[in-house]
């Protein structure tokens, strides 16, 4: 593959793919043979290359580990029919990277290289996509803060890795949510935009302390008021309510998701009326009791879609309706398939074949 950049290859010679069952393949915990790694010092990327998967080895005193300098995204890769590598939207997430990037004082990764790294790396690890329905390969760009020193200010260096690993369709049914008044995972003018380490970092004790009380999710509100909508766990969330689909604005304290900007333009496309606003409690609460709320849901690249099958609010657990109310949702989520496998017409773009 002849690019713009002179990207070097070290294949394995310890491919671990015939070790790996593909029939069962807990998210996470597999990956493929190889990674692309690009290193920025002296204020340029240098030395891009798709290596074995393999350790980092750095200083205790690096950089990221203790201020939290890092970033990434997560996208997945499939393979059509004719054994062509489709990938779903990765322009959209090396834009995302480079608007995470800018607000944690992060270089900017070149679009094109990017792309071109990502490209060689699914080409060279091809048959790690797994063919079986349903599953892909899963795709985990990411940059950390990599100079030794401990002072703060932003690093001088980084690293920029991309590697990959076959997962299941991720499925773990539905879930029951708890609307989250106390704790926030980000505030307007933070970094909840980002895709960032420390975004995560502030939601596992109280994901913790929901599962505790047997709520596999939270429903994040915001941190002014309490009163609003912003995220379900690390998806973006979505009501329907009266046959309109509404879900809160992306700003500073929520993050734009693909899954949500693909639903949404979907969705629109098809005639349904979205309503991209604040949406609180309130009026959730009392679209329920009218019978007016049809689904909730929230919204990523992980699960696509995750049906909120119980909201519990101030001491009630309040049930969603699910069965036929769900068709909206159900068809979203079936029209979305079928595009990034290249089954169906392509109306707006999003689906990139890799080029041999
Ligand atoms: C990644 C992420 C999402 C979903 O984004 P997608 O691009 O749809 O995968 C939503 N919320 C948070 C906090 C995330 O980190």
Same mark, same amino acid.
Request: aromatic share 10%; charged share 25%; with cysteine.
């Given at each position: ?17 015939? !070790? ?5 393949? !807990? ?35 690096? +950089?990221?580990?203790? &201020?939290?300098?890092?970033?990434? %995204?997560?996208?997945?890769? &499939? ?11 990765? !322009? ?110 502030? +939601? ?20 002014? !008021?309490?009163?609003?909508? %912003? %995220? ?21 304290? @929520? ?23 604040? @949406? ?43 069965? %036929? ?32």
């Amino acid at each position: 593959m002849a690019g713009k950049y002179n990207i070097l290859v070290e294949k394995t010679k310890n491919s671990k793919i015939s !070790e790996t069952n593909f029939d069962e393949l !807990e998210f996470g915990s597999v990956y493929a043979d190889h990674m692309f790694v690009a290193d920025y010092k002296n204020d340029e990327w240098v030395n891009p290359r798709v290596v074995p998967f393999q350790n980092l080895s750095m200083s205790p005193a690096t +950089s990221v580990l203790h &201020y939290g300098q890092s970033i990434f %995204e997560g996208m997945k890769a &499939y393979k059509n029919e004719k054994n062509e590598i489709l990938i779903f939207r990765p !322009e959209a997430h090396a834009k995302r990277l480079n608007r995470s990037g800018e607000r944690l004082c992060m270089p900017e990764f070149p679009e094109d290289l990017f792309m071109e790294g990502l490209s060689l790396l699914l080409k060279i690890d091809e048959a790690w996509i797994p063919p079986k329905p349903g599953n892909s390969l899963y795709i985990r760009p990411f940059m950390y803060a990599s100079d030794e020193f401990i002072g703060v200010r932003p690093s001088k260096t980084y690293k920029f890795i991309i590697f990959t690993g076959p997962v299941a369709g991720y499925y773990k049914g539905n879930v029951n949510v708890l609307v989250e008044t106390n704790y926030v995972r980000a505030a307007e003018g933070g970094i909840g935009f980002a895709k960032s380490g420390g975004n995560y970092a502030a +939601s596992l004790l109280p994901a913790k302390l929901a599962g505790e009380k047997g709520y596999q999710q939270l429903l994040w509100t915001d941190s002014k !008021e309490h009163k609003y909508f %912003e %995220e379900s766990g690390t998806m973006n969330i979505m009501f329907q309510i009266d046959g309109k689909l509404i879900t809160p604005p992306t700003g500073t304290s @929520i993050l734009a998701g693909i899954t949500r900007d693909s639903i949404v333009t979907l969705a629109r496309d098809w005639g349904v009326t979205v309503e991209e606003r604040k @949406i609180g409690i309130d009026e959730v609460i009392e679209a329920l009791k009218a019978g007016k709320l049809e689904d909730a849901f929230g919204t990523g690249t992980a699960a696509v879609i995750t049906h909120i099958d119980v909201i519990h609010y101030n001491g009630t657990d309040y049930a969603l309706p699910g069965g %036929e109310k769900r068709s909206l949702s159900e068809r979203i989520s079936a029209a979305l398939n079928e595009i990034k496998l290249g089954h169906s017409e392509d109306k707006f773009g999003w689906v990139y074949k890799v080029k041999v």
